[in-house]
């Protein structure tokens, strides 16, 4: 017995199952992942579909936002190539992702403009040299300035231009959940990882 467990045979053995493990692994990680990017993506669609809709019946974005929260297509769009074999239906996936991302910079400009209105500089402050010449807590008066109003807030007005390009974008934004593109990814996403290959 000893000796068969020293021969050139179990040892062969041995390293052939431990290979075939380490195949195996992988082969399950890799196809683990791509089922698990295809039900990302799919979530990701069917969420910024809802989000486009809803502004279509009401023309507003809230400003705290976001039709995409996450991009999992541009990080994993080499997983599906071999499935979606046409250009045009990774072309179909990338324009919608490409549009959903713009719509969230474009509400993103918008709620900086409403957040941040513009700083007001008060104009009629004294050159420093006079204030060096003057008593330690000197008068408006002393310094030979007149006290400045405090200004109201301005109103911040959004562009018109920012509202109109993003009622363009969510305009022609294609819906694409329920497209055979789609349903490819439905289907991986679907799969067990042995058939996923």
Known sequence: MSSFLNSN?????????????????????KSDRKRDAAKLILQEIRYAEQKIRKFREVELYKLYDKVLPTNSWNDNIHLFIKDLKEVQNLDLISDFYAKASYIDTLIATISRQKNNPPIII???????????????????????????????????????????ILKEVSMSV????????????????????YQII
């Open 122 to 164: 008060a104009q009629n402050l004294p050159p420093r040299a006079s204030l060096r010449a003057t008593p330690a807590s000197p008068s408006a008066q002393q310094i030979g300035v007149s006290p400045v109003a405090p200004q109201r807030p301005t109103i911040v007005e959004i562009s018109p231009l920012s509202q109109q």
């Open 174 to 193: 294609e819906f694409i959940y329920n497209t055979p593109v789609v349903e490819t990814l439905r289907k991986i996403s679907e799969k067990k990882w």
């Open 9 to 29: 045979f179990f040892i062969a053995l041995v390293t052939f199952c431990v290979g075939s493990f380490a195949i195996y692994l992988y082969v399950k990680q």
